[in-house]
């Protein structure tokens, strides 16, 4: 088979994004793993590469069948916005933030004409995009609109660990209220469909318990037996494989050890918390429900350490290998899918 065409977009060009990138790139595991074609400003690609002293080339084009993939080299769709003289690194500034929507917005077209088997996205700024005036938040908001999907599901792989998650970023309170029968019976059905797009199907999903010790049959904490038991028991009576609810504090680990093949978490920090804490650096973000698959490092812009030759490419390439053994499952999964 072939190495899949993966996009990457080079994010907030005043962050981390084009050094961790031309890193990456440079690393042999990549190369023989996928082909990359870069989303971004050749001359911001250049100055990386410059600067981490790689001996890379930089060939700028204008579409994607004219990247010759060859080796040694970084193709780049290149857009001409982000001249590196004009902008400072790791401060906030519209014109980066403008910068990098164009790049998401171009590769996102790519991804639906089916020109590439994957997205995978450096970071952006919020306050950046926000300040070019662009009416979305992240990556996630902006992939809904781009593509129509509704509510994309999340969710992070480390070293074999994967972690779903009931909700995102909302109030720890508010993430209480939506664990509910008729939302987790709607999530779990949509994990399994996500496993099966990845190629997982057949394994096991636990759910994971709100409370601690899932609430002791409602000794401090009846969510358990309210909402979380009923829906997997129903679940379960549908036909999917699921079990739980299983003790926040020992699910992540059983696992991790190969007893279930995805967990899904009950709000943010509780899968968070259990993914960076078995490898930070590792922990890579898929969204899924879209019409492709989208991969991208979990850490932000860095603006503290950026274009300083100190940011850590390691993330960015393990997105880039799991994109490699992700894509061509997930890519014939979704033709089938009416």
């Known amino acids: ?89 790791g401060q906030v500034q519209a014109r980066c933030g403008q910068a990098a929507w164009d790049y998401i917005e171009a590769a996102v077209q790519a991804a639906l004409r089916g020109e590439v088997a994957a997205l995978d996205t450096a970071p952006i700024n919020k306050e950046s995009i926000q300040a070019a005036g662009v009416p979305y938040i992240g990556h996630t908001e902006m992939l809904a609109a781009l593509t129509g999907a509704h509510d994309p599901l999340t969710m992070f792989e480390t070293l074999g660990l994967r972690v779903f998650f009931l909700s995102r970023h909302v109030s720890l309170r508010d993430s209480c209220a939506l664990v509910t029968r008729a939302r987790l019976l709607d999530y779990i059905a949509r994990c399994h469909q996500a496993m099966d797009q990845l190629g997982l199907g057949g394994g096991e999903l636990a759910v994971a318990g709100l409370n601690p010790h899932c609430g002791e049959h409602g000794l401090f904490g009846d969510e358990e037996v309210r909402e979380v038991a009923p829906a997997v028991a129903e679940a379960r009576a549908r036909g999917w494989r699921v079990a739980g609810p299983i003790g926040p504090d020992s699910v992540f680990h059983q696992a991790k050890t190969g007893r279930y093949a995805a967990v899904l978490a009950l709000y943010h920090d509780q899968g968070h918390i259990a993914t960076k804490t078995l490898d930070f650096e590792r922990t890579i973000s898929l969204t899924l429900g879209l019409p492709f698959l989208r991969l991208s490092v979990d850490h932000g812009t860095a603006f503290d350490i950026a274009w300083q030759g100190t940011a850590s490419p390691v993330g960015m390439i393990e997105s880039l290998l799991v994109a490699a053994r992700y894509a061509p499952a997930y890519r014939q999964t979704q033709q089938m899918i009416p």
């Open 1 to 89: 088979m072939s190495k899949p065409i993966i996009a990457v977009t080079l994010g907030d060009p005043a962050g981390v994004g084009p050094e961790i990138l031309v890193r990456a790139l440079a690393d042999p595991r990549v190369e023989e793993a996928v082909r990359c074609l870069v989303y971004g400003d050749a001359r911001v690609v250049e100055k990386a590469v410059r600067e981490a002293r790689l001996g890379l080339a930089v060939r700028a084009i204008h579409r994607g069948d004219e990247a010759r993939y060859a080796p040694g080299s970084i193709e780049v769709i290149d857009f001409a916005n982000a001249d590196p003289a004009a902008f400072v690194p």
